[in-house]
């Protein structure tokens, strides 16, 4: 699984990645998590608002730091 | 929570979905509007007792008005600032830069730019993002200028700004600052397209192709819309309630201390000068708009032109140094020279425009 999480590294980018890494370790789900800073990246997924989480080439939140249980749930597939 | 538990027991039956969320939000919806009209009914009585009676300071002394002034306005603006924060934050869930990018799309100029500074009151923009919004923004084939509509009036044009400005200064001028926000961006943003500064956008952001469709809406349902309200609250409240304080603080010490009529001089109508001074010291300023109006207010009072003061709140509003750092990413320099520049003149007419009728 590929999460990743968008953002050109403002605080909120910061706290999503913290929220996506708890995400990982209480669900106990395998996902590779990489950092995305590069602006032209971010706007080829198109997110124009950062921070944002894309899981699997899925783009599922944008411009917003989300819950821990949502991120969960997009792990699972749900 | 627990309390609620029983209120709604009886009830539970009527509902099928979410038996709980619906009555509960608006159950303390009610009952905080209540307490919110409460404080805000009792802070100026509560501002007099307090600066008059129990620090026992003279009504009309310097001390003792600029202590009334800041024990009332704080909490006032405050107080405000929080209701319409929640209610703006409503309004916004239904709004994200993506589905303005996707209402933008197509549209022709004039029209486009009228509706680019329109929706960047309500569209969610943090100026931290104004470098993927604008990428999403141009390659989806959004004009460069009505791009630049939405860019200028997203931070000038925000709640925060009005809401000061109705608490502080009045109905009339929070309308005035809203109409000749939204004409700067309108106008600002036409002059720019009509420029053809296209080749001046960084040649790798014009190789990116990106499709106003792709992402997806998330359709949010009644008590997400509240949360996020909440949530919008918690972090603008929370974020610029100190600058508030601050700003109030300075703007009571201006009250207190400095003498009337002290700006009529420097900042006055008079002087023809005054405008193209406030807005070169104002740009490369960088506050938000909670920092910026009590300072205003307390200008005004001090016998500065209108038009020279709202002049120099929105050149630190709208047109900020980080901004343009961060801009100077996507954008050659030239163009942001003149994007300034546009903007900066823009902003001058407002302010002449103010002094000759006001």
Redo the contacts between chains.
């Keep these: 699984m590929e999460v990743k999480v968008l953002g ?1 590294g ?1 605080p ?1 980018c910061e706290k999503t990645m913290n929220v996506v890494m708890d995400a990982i370790r209480e669900s106990g789900i395998m996902a590779n998590v990489t950092k995305v800073t590069d ?2 990246e ?9 921070p944002g989480v894309v899981v699997d080439g ?2 599922k ?4 730091v989300p819950t821990k249980e949502e991120v969960i749930s997009w792990l699972k597939g749900e | 929570m627990e309390n609620l538990e029983c209120a709604c027991a009886s009830e539970q039956k009527l509902k099928r979905e979410n038996p709980k969320s619906k009555f509960f939000y608006w159950f303390w919806g009610l009952v905080l509007l209540g307490i919110w009209t409460l404080l805000y009914k009792s802070l100026l009585p509560f501002s007099q007792w307090f600066a008059f009676s129990l620090l026992a300071l003279k009504p009309g002394s310097h001390l003792g008005e600029a202590v009334q002034f800041f024990v009332y306005d704080t909490p006032k603006v405050i107080l405000l600032l929080t209701l319409v924060v929640f209610l703006v934050g409503i309004v916004r869930s239904y709004f ?3 589905r303005t ?1 996707k209402i933008l799309a197509g549209k022709r100029e004039s029209v486009g730019n009228v509706l680019a500074a329109l929706l960047g009151i309500v569209t ?3 100026s ?2 104004a ?3 604008f ?3 141009v ?1 989806a084939g959004i004009p460069l200028g009505v791009t630049f509509s939405f860019l200028i009036s997203a931070p000038m044009v925000n709640e925060i700004a009005l809401v000061l400005l109705y608490g502080l200064l009045g109905w009339k001028i929070a309308a005035l600052y809203l109409f000749t926000g939204l004409f700067v961006a309108i106008v600002a943003g036409f002059v720019i397209g009509r420029l053809n500064l296209e080749h001046y956008i960084e040649d ?2 014009l190789k ?1 192709r ?2 106003a469709n ?3 809406e ?1 359709k949010k349902s009644f008590e997400q819309r509240i949360e996020y309200a909440l ?1 919008s609250v918690k972090d603008i409240v929370g974020k610029v309630w100190i600058y508030i304080v601050i700003g109030i603080a300075v703007g009571a010490g201006i009250h207190g201390y400095v003498p009337e009529d002290f700006m009529a001089s420097i900042m006055g109508k008079s002087s023809w000068w005054s405008v193209p001074l406030a807005v070169i010291i104002g740009v490369p300023m960088y506050s938000n708009a909670a920092g910026i109006v009590p300072v205003v207010e307390a200008l005004l009072g001090k016998g500065a032109a209108l038009g020279t003061v709202l002049a120099f709140m929105m050149s630190v509003i709208a047109l900020s140094l980080p901004e343009m750092l961060i801009l100077r ?2 954008l050659k320099k030239r163009l942001i020279i003149v994007f300034a520049s546009i903007v900066a003149m823009g902003i001058l007419l407002v302010g002449y425009i103010f002094n000759l009728v006001i």
């Design positions: 050109p403002c909120n602006y032209a971010i706007a080829k997924m198109g997110v124009l608002s950062t899925q783009v939140c944008a411009g917003k | 994200s830069p993506e990018r969610p923009f943090c931290c993002s470098v993927p919004l990428i999403g923004f390659t790798w952001v990116i990106t499709d792709v992402v997806t998330d949530q990413k996507v």
